[in-house]
């Protein structure tokens, strides 16, 4: 996801290894918050203690707190709290943090037919907060709504709708089902029963169960593009209020159960979410206490940042953490003149990424890209097909000129899109703006929020058509923590949707797109490694996108919470399933 959502697994530490080490003064915690990246490294304040309210904030709105329509890595991760789906992540620092464990199942899928059909055992006893029993049925209609419906939701991935076995355009949905049967290829022998078959081998599924759209939901109590507004809990926490575009306050669930849940640990009386709220203030409430997470994990603004790195004190609050991300500037192939690799290739030698890496806020904040896999991810591999030449601070554009030339496009207009809420980014496009100025590019920024870039804006090809849109601007993090879960949503062209779309390249190579195919049926975690590296270069061979800087975030870690720890898993964000509110 991520988008921003956006590194090898390692030894994990569970959630009850983190508070006993932290009750203990043990290995693995760290008391106090006085330490740059202490959070990268192991727990901050660990603490088991119970009560008070947990605030967070975000500069925008979220596109949906449902679970089965989302694609932000800190709604998958935020979502958790009340949403529980087969497989998740063990709370965990920096790469730790990538290791699967079991959630809503039982235990990791059980592959069978040559990894073709993945049979897994939901927990019993599990009970939504309205006291129903959770039941495998749940899941597969979760699955069914979030994959197939997409035209009522359809910001998810839709990873299902390409893999399962029966789905070939015949199935639409649950809301078009008149005989309500479902997908043949999900199975529910029993209650507790789910069975995925899938067209092909699938050698990382339980990643894939990972997401959001595995948590369950009742059909009954499904309200359609509506269900955000009141998502049935299966998590630690339940909705208690939401105003739209306000606030989101959850409450204790008091049908959750430890026994049940081994990884959550109910700890804050409630919590509460405050939307738009400018970053500057989401900052300054950061240090002061009065806000104790900033939701999207982005990192304080420009300001701030030099604030912090100029004062030792509130610099050892920070966390300064690589997260599986990518800046990068996507080059629409299906618009004019970026139809023609000729003219992507001048945009690849003309974009100064140290420009944009200064307007980012410095290599604090990402070292400069030249591949499509970030260097946290297995398969990565240095190179770069596009090498830029300086003379002092000044690009050399001879290439870049050489290549449009050769596009033959002279001078020429087109859109760049940008998140108008994230004020890193509209610099960043203004700083490639200048640059292909030079070339005789003359392009201009359309800004969108945040919650409706995907939807309405950057992942609408009929949108960017009509709106001679040949740039966008794009963060993204990887759905999970391989070459594959970084790749797939962004090149394969079966990914490409007319909403929600997130392959803003459009690219539809079908040598990469077989690429794909095979390499995650391949059981051998070697050769699939191989085979994404091959797919990064292919890609850049293409020119289909511009890597920009491999990100870093730097978070301010607010001594007022406890159990703070930076994972890898959620791109570089804290983990929010255990965070409590110090005493």
């Known amino acids: 996801m991520r988008r921003s959502v956006p590194v090898a697994a390692v030894a994990a530490i569970t959630s009850a290894g983190l508070l006993l080490a932290g009750c203990s003064g043990g290995k693995g915690s760290s008391e106090g918050s006085g330490e740059a990246n202490a959070a990268t490294k192991g727990v901050v304040n660990a603490s088991d203690a119970k009560g008070g309210t947990l605030t967070y904030a975000i500069s925008d709105a979220p596109e949906s707190f449902d679970p089965g329509n989302t694609y932000y890595a800190f709604i998958y991760n935020f979502s958790r709290l009340y949403a529980r789906p087969l497989t998740t992540f063990k709370p965990g620092p920096g790469a730790k943090g990538n290791e699967l464990t079991p959630d809503l199942a039982e235990s990791m899928g059980k592959p069978s037919d040559g990894g073709k059909t993945w049979t897994y055992k939901i927990r019993k006893g599990v009970k939504y907060d309205d006291?129903?029993?959770?039941?495998?049925?749940?899941?597969?209609?979760?699955?069914?709504?979030?994959?197939?419906?997409?035209?009522?939701?359809?910001?998810?991935?839709?990873?299902?709708?390409?893999?399962?076995?029966?789905?070939?355009?015949?199935?639409?949905?649950?809301?078009?089902?008149?005989?309500?049967?479902?997908?043949?290829?999900?199975?529910?022998?029993?209650?507790?029963?789910?069975?995925?078959?899938?067209?092909?081998?699938?050698?990382?599924?339980?990643?894939?169960?990972?997401?959001?759209?595995?948590?369950?939901?009742?059909?009954?109590?499904?309200?359609?593009?509506?269900?955000?507004?009141?998502?049935?809990?299966?998590?630690?926490?339940?909705?208690?209020?939401?105003?739209?575009?306000?606030?989101?306050?959850?409450?204790?669930?008091?049908?959750?159960?430890?026994?049940?849940?081994?990884?959550?640990?109910?700890?804050?009386?409630?919590?509460?979410?405050?939307?738009?709220?400018?970053?500057?203030?989401?900052?300054?409430?950061?240090?002061?206490?009065?806000?104790?997470?900033?939701?999207?994990?982005?990192?304080?603004?420009?300001?701030?940042?030099?604030?912090?790195?100029?004062?030792?004190?509130?610099?050892?609050?920070?966390?300064?953490?690589?997260?599986?991300?990518?800046?990068?500037?996507?080059?629409?192939?299906?618009?004019?003149?970026?139809?023609?690799?000729?003219?992507?290739?001048?945009?690849?030698?003309?974009?100064?990424?140290?420009?944009?890496?200064?307007?980012?806020?410095?290599?604090?904040?990402?070292?400069?890209?030249?591949?499509?896999?970030?260097?946290?991810?297995?398969?990565?591999?240095?190179?770069?097909?596009?090498?830029?030449?300086?003379?002092?601070?000044?690009?050399?554009?001879?290439?870049?000129?050489?290549?449009?030339?050769?596009?033959?496009?002279?001078?020429?207009?087109?859109?760049?899109?940008?998140?108008?809420?994230?004020?890193?980014?509209?610099?960043?496009?203004?700083?490639?703006?200048?640059?292909?100025?030079?070339?005789?590019?003359?392009?201009?920024?359309?800004?969108?929020?945040?919650?409706?870039?995907?939807?309405?804006?950057?992942?609408?090809?009929?949108?960017?058509?009509?709106?001679?849109?040949?740039?966008i601007m794009m963060q993204w993090g990887s759905d999970f923590p391989t070459g594959y879960g970084y790749l797939q949503q962004i090149l394969n062209g079966k990914a490409i949707s007319q909403s929600g779309n997130t392959n803003l390249s459009e690219l539809d190579d079908p040598e990469i797109n077989k690429l794909l195919d095979t390499a995650i049926a391949n059981t051998d975690k070697a050769a699939r490694e191989k085979a994404y590296a091959e797919i990064d270069k292919k890609t850049m061979e293409q020119a289909a996108l511009v890597p920009l800087t491999y990100f870093k975030v730097l978070m301010y870690r607010s001594p007022k919470a406890t159990n703070l720890v930076s994972t890898s898993a959620f791109s570089g964000q804290y983990d929010y399933l255990n965070i409590g509110v110090k005493k």
């Open 131 to 471: 006291g129903s029993t959770v039941t495998s049925q749940d899941v597969k209609y979760a699955v069914e709504r979030s994959n197939f419906a997409r035209d009522t939701l359809s910001l998810g991935p839709n990873y299902f709708q390409q893999f399962l076995k029966d789905n070939d355009g015949g199935y639409k949905g649950p809301y078009k089902d008149k005989s309500k049967a479902g997908l043949k290829s999900i199975e529910t022998p029993d209650d507790q029963t789910i069975v995925f078959h899938l067209k092909k081998p699938f050698a990382e599924f339980d990643y894939l169960v990972s997401a959001p759209q595995t948590a369950p939901v009742p059909q009954a109590k499904d309200k359609g593009a509506d269900y955000t507004k009141s998502v049935l809990s299966t998590g630690s926490y339940k909705f208690e209020s939401y105003q739209e575009g306000k606030k989101l306050t959850l409450v204790r669930n008091p049908q959750w159960s430890a026994k049940t849940d081994p990884l959550r640990k109910q700890l804050p009386e409630k919590i509460v979410l405050n939307l738009k709220v400018a970053q500057s203030t989401i900052d300054k409430d950061l240090q002061s206490g009065n806000t104790l997470v900033d939701l999207a994990g982005r990192g304080v603004d420009g300001q701030t940042q030099a604030q912090l790195l100029t004062d030792p004190k509130e610099k050892g609050n920070t966390d300064n953490t690589l997260g599986q991300r990518l800046v990068y500037t996507a080059i629409n192939t299906k618009v004019k003149p970026f139809d023609n690799i000729e003219c992507r290739k001048a945009v690849e030698y003309a974009i100064d990424k140290k420009a944009v890496q200064t307007s980012l806020g410095g290599p604090i904040r990402g070292e400069l890209a030249s591949t499509v896999l970030p260097t946290d991810i297995d398969g990565y591999q240095k190179y770069d097909l596009y090498p830029q030449k300086y003379a002092g601070d000044k690009l050399d554009l001879t290439e870049a000129k050489k290549h449009w030339d050769k596009c033959g496009a002279g001078k020429t207009t087109t859109t760049i899109l940008a998140r108008n809420d994230r004020q890193d980014e509209v610099d960043a496009a203004t700083s490639v703006i200048d640059s292909l100025k030079k070339i005789g590019v003359n392009a201009k920024i359309q800004s969108y929020p945040t919650s409706k870039y995907f939807s309405d804006y950057a992942g609408v090809p009929k949108f960017n058509k009509k709106n001679n849109v040949g740039l």
